[in-house]
């Protein structure tokens, strides 16, 4: 059994590619207005917005306990519509010796992939924290078809 993983989800987007997009690199201070329950807290710590070079922070709601990261973006592309997060600091690094995301938005298509590495045979795969990214994202989703 091997300690590196990825896992790849998928959710299709009934209110177009280019505003989830926004939402997460232009708006990312609203993602905790509009998913609540999942995401507390969003902070910028250098940089401006969700630009590459920029370090960034979450707190969040993970299986009823509060979590932290930080993130270095390691890439923001509005063309190809792609994010890439490099955690740097935070509860998921007490797990994995590495873990970063990418969000892509394609046609009606959002895909999350988690790239991660366990510390241990015994840790589990990240999926609560996918969980947690899911749900985001269908409450961004519907926040978006409400306007």
Known sequence: ??????????????????????????????VPNISPKNIVHFGIHEGESVKTGSIVSWKYNEAGQEMYMKHLIEAADPQQKLIKWKVIEGDLLKLYKYCNFTTS???QWTTWTIDYEKKTEDTPEPLLHLGVILAMTKDIESHLLKK
């Open 1 to 30: 059994m091997g300690l590196k993983g990825k896992l790849i989800a998928s959710v299709e987007m009934k209110c177009g590619e280019g505003s989830f997009f926004d939402i997460f690199h232009i708006n990312t201070n609203q």
């Open 105 to 107: 938005c394609d046609g």
